[in-house]
């Protein structure tokens, strides 16, 4: 009976394992895997020097990279405390039709690294220098 | 060895130690809370980035990993149970149950109360969410069915077949956050590799997490204590106890 239960439970899984993916790369929207028409998720970085805010304040538009392809999002609203150009971030919405991704709600995602400001500040100084290696400040 | 283990089995002498140790555990339970709360809260550092928000890790933390932990608890109570039949590990799966649900609970809401202001939403259908959600109905599930049958050996039988088969939701649960793409950050603690989270903000957690788990035994011995009075209500041993008015 457990066997069987537990049988179940992994086709169930199986099944969902396409769905259970919280959102696209920018590669897979390039690749026309998305949902055509469709609401969607796309995650990725804020590229660098990409955030530009429109004359309302409230519209933003920013290119999304997974560092092999780019695209760009505009969205209307407040946006979470944590986004910010190199951070990790998925928003929801649609594509139009000039390939401009229209979200309308954009989360931030957060690294798993905690730290104190100074140990932060102290990692990017070495960081400039070329000391350290860099592969715990990878912001994802 | 197998001698010391059943005698431990025996309700009457699990109750004596558990006497025994409680105040001890308690002590020690207490103090670690208060001395992991005050160096998470007010002496760790902030955090670069999430500020002040971030010390909300100090109680989900700890919640989480309690919320997995007990449940693992409750199922190899529940394959000693079905195995040789041990009253004392059904007894002690019975009284884990409520207090896993409230963990998960609090894991739950702590980490939604963090989500708002970070990531922009209080939930999101996100595989280790979505998981942990699924946890809490698991708890749900075994309280109520243990419950829902007439006989108590039928509904704890039941409940334990149930536990066994939710366990592959917790490697689930663990793993999440590196099978699929989630809004969740991966472990900062819990991998093969240094801690990514700072020395001085790592250890308060530690405490914490120590503080939780001694918090849980103390509070299942004791109700453990009253389901083996409950249990054994009818027995010489309780009987005299009561007479003596010691229990």
Avoid at chain 1, 34 to 47: I, N, R, S
Avoid at chain 2, 175 to 201: C, G, R
Wanted: with cysteine; net charge neutral; glycine share 8%.
């Amino acid at each position: 009976m457990v066997a069987v239960a537990g049988l179940a439970v992994g086709l169930f899984l199986n099944v969902f394992k396409s769905n259970i993916q919280l959102f696209y790369s920018p590669s897979e929207v390039a690749d026309g895997l998305v949902p055509d028409g469709a609401e969607f998720k796309v995650g990725g970085l804020v590229a660098a020097n990409s955030v530009a805010r429109q004359g309302d304040g409230l519209t933003v538009e920013f290119l999304l990279t997974d560092n092999a392809n780019t695209i760009p999002i505009r969205y209307t609203g407040i946006l979470p405390d944590l986004f910010r150009e190199g951070q990790g971030t998925v928003s929801v919405g649609k594509l139009n039709r000039d390939g401009v991704f229209v979200a309308s709600k954009v989360l931030a995602k957060h690294d798993e690294n905690y730290m104190p400001p100074e140990v932060a500040d102290a990692l990017e100084k070495a960081k400039e220098k070329g000391a350290y290696g860099g592969d715990t400040v990878i912001m994802q | 060895m197998f001698q010391w283990f059943h005698r431990l089995a025996s309700l009457k002498n699990f109750y004596r130690l558990a006497e025994i140790i409680t105040p001890w555990l308690t002590v020690i339970c207490a103090g670690l809370l208060a001395v992991g709360l005050y160096r998470g809260l007010v002496v760790a550092p902030t955090d670069y980035e999430q500020g002040e928000s971030y010390r909300i890790i100090y109680v989900h933390v700890p919640s989480a990993w309690m919320s997995m932990f007990i449940y693992m608890v409750i199922a190899f109570c529940s394959a000693i149970y079905l195995i040789w039949k041990m009253k004392l590990a059904d007894i002690v799966a019975q009284v884990s149950a409520p207090m896993g649900a409230a963990f998960t609970f609090l894991a739950l809401s702590t980490g939604s109360l963090w989500g708002k202001p970070m990531w922009g939403t209080w939930w999101e259908w996100d595989a280790r969410l979505t998981s942990e959600l699924i946890l809490l109905f698991l708890y749900i599930g075994y309280m109520a069915l243990r419950n829902a049958l007439d006989s108590p050996a039928a509904g704890a039988k039941a409940a334990a077949i149930l536990a066994l088969v939710g366990v592959v939701n917790i490697p689930i649960i663990h793993y999440s956050v590196e099978w699929w793409n989630t809004l969740h950050q991966p472990a900062s603690i819990t991998k093969f590799d240094t801690p990514s989270i700072h020395i001085s903000m790592l250890i308060p957690l530690l405490l914490m997490a120590l503080g939780f788990k001694l918090f849980y035994l103390v509070n299942m011995l004791s109700k453990t204590r009253s389901v083996i009075l409950e249990r054994e209500a009818s027995t010489s041993w309780v009987r005299s106890r009561l007479q003596e008015n010691k229990l």
